[in-house]
């Protein structure tokens, strides 16, 4: 009992708080941004809040409590992720390893999977089984170009290749690693579940996939992991590539700028068939990925 | 008892205030399922998109029943599609809302003597708002969306409510289209005549709610 630090409750609290609606604030401005690139005006920048209280609102089925279990474990998942994201140059937890990142990531999908594989509902099963086939797609090459970091500076912490990054745009990892980059922004598009690879939620095709059986309260946990997830991936591109930042500010920015990039190609593009996409993922991805680990391998000897 | 009394009206008071706000989160952001049993769903795209823009009042539309605010029952309806139109509604959850669109679901419109078309909706499910029109075109159904939210936000839209209290009522309706069994082969004539109507019902309702205050 004595190593429960009330401090640090506190700033964890504030920190899963703060994910949840850097998240969300970004989710109204990327609807927003999609509605101006359709030349409508878009709902207002903070719908994605209003939305959220409203489905906290309703009344809501559960099937199972495995069900109930599931969506807490995502949520638990994503947000224990998010304490170990450097936020602008500070690690709450002290530790930032990169390899604790990907480890808990993925336990934030097999909440998800549990969750909503439990509502018994068909299509919420191809959403989720689909939701996993992506992610085998991707994580491939997010782990090469992450194996080629740590190569590279000897360590796997996420703030030592943030600070490594400082004095100037010349030492961003973009202009160090582009192929590394174009790899993880074509991952960051199957991560998020946008466009091209938007298999999972489906609407017109599997009925939302993993969203299906989802009402009220659930949905809006379902809204809040989006939120937590993209506060998360968003902040590991920035810190990857982008030069971290010192100030909280210019770190939004430059998260916003990533998920800006990602809803203009999903406004534009259309869905790939499922094993399309992992056909293209690792097709792509993985030798651009590929390419850089072997580059930059040349370099250090 | 004076105290009990005082305590009493406080948590009603500090419930309507609580429900005030909630009110207002679900007027900005509805959700809605559309039924495109007949010709309305045509005025649907151009309300969402780029000329008339629905998303700026944050309507959208979602996948499930499950998921979805409100029910457009765009057009008439047919037995058969009765029957899942029901189903849909009551898989939605509370608070939830129904709109019917044209003059289809008000009357039966061009087809009120068809034998396999329905021609009151509000005999099977608790309308909330109905738009006149054949078809109504897209700013009617902005218009008449923004009355129902301004009914949300008064707390008038409560269909549901309606629904849940009167069910016996509603079900028997339901059944006698339903579960119908001799053919209809005579001169159309109104299966509902026995019934009491919906302003008797309504009227009951108001009573009621007199005698609790």
Known sequence: ?????????????????????VGLLFMGLGRKVTARIQRRLGPPFYQAFLDVFKAFSKSSITHNYVMDLGMIMALGGLIATAFFIPFAGYAVLGSSSI?????????????MAMGVSASGNPNATIG???ALALMLGYEIPIVMIVLAMMLTYGSSDLLTFATAQQGGFANWHIFKYPLGFLAIEISFQAMLGEAPYDHMIAPAEIASGPMVELSGKYLGIGFLLHAVQLYVETGLIVNLFLGGASTWYVFLLKQ?????????????????????????????????????????????? | MNKNVYMTNLRDERQNAWEGILNYFRKRSMWMLYYCTGCGAVELPPT?????????????????????????ITGYLSVKTLKRVIRSYEQMQDPKYLVGFGSCPINGGIYWDTYPVINHLEMFLPVDMS??????????????????RDEIQEGKAVG???????????????????????????????????????EALQAEDKIEKGKDK
């Open chain 1, 1 to 21: 009992m004595s190593n429960i630090n009330g401090l640090l409750t506190l700033k964890l609290i504030g920190f899963s708080f703060l994910s949840m609606s």
């Open chain 1, 99 to 111: 390899v604790i990142i990907l480890y808990l990531m993925s336990i934030g999908y097999l909440g």
């Open chain 1, 128 to 130: 989720i089984s689909r």
């Open chain 2, 160 to 198: 549901y409510k309606r629904y849940e209290k009167h069910y016996d009522w509603y079900k028997a309706n339901q059944d006698k289209v339903l579960n119908r069994e001799e053919a209809i082969l005579q001169p159309w004539e109104d299966p509902f005549a026995d019934k009491p109507t919906l």
């Open chain 2, 131 to 148: 738009i006149a029109g054949c078809m109504p075109r897209p700013q009617a159904i902005l218009d008449s969306f923004e009355k129902l």
């Open chain 2, 48 to 72: 969402m998109t780029t000329r008339f823009d629905m998303e700026r009042f944050g309507m959208g539309p979602m996948a499930t029943p499950r998921q979805a605010d409100l029910l457009l």
């Open chain 1, 256 to 301: 916003f700028a990533v998920y800006f990039t990602s809803m203009c190609i999903n406004a534009v593009m259309a869905r790939y068939r499922i094993e399309q996409g992992i056909a293209h993922l690792w097709k792509y991805a993985g030798t651009l990925a590929l390419l850089q680990l072997f580059i930059t391998r040349l370099g250090v000897f």
